[in-house]
């Protein structure tokens, strides 16, 4: 089992440059979304508290948002991460008899 804290040092940091990516290039509206998902990792204390701001994570690639080439290499980076994060969230642990 992971924790929150493990999580948000994984995603995080590539999210804050993605919101000030989003930020420089005047990209509000994508701003404020990933920001509000920012807010939902920062305030997850447990692991379950994480799976609404990981889905949320992932379904920005179906919104349809016209990301600078910059934007969507660090988004595909964030991506990776959360399936790292999620693969461990889902791996359960073996017993020995």
Known sequence: MITAT???NEIEPLLNVLIQQLAT???STER???SHIQKGLQSAQ???ELT???KN???TIYVGFNLSDEAVILLERILQKVNNVTALM???PTSLH
């Open 6 to 8: 493990f999580a948000r």
């Open 25 to 27: 290039e005047g990209r």
């Open 32 to 34: 404020a979304i990933y």
């Open 46 to 48: 447990y692991e379950r």
């Open 52 to 54: 609404q701001s990981l």
């Open 57 to 59: 994570l992932y379904s």
């Open 90 to 92: 889902n791996r359960r």
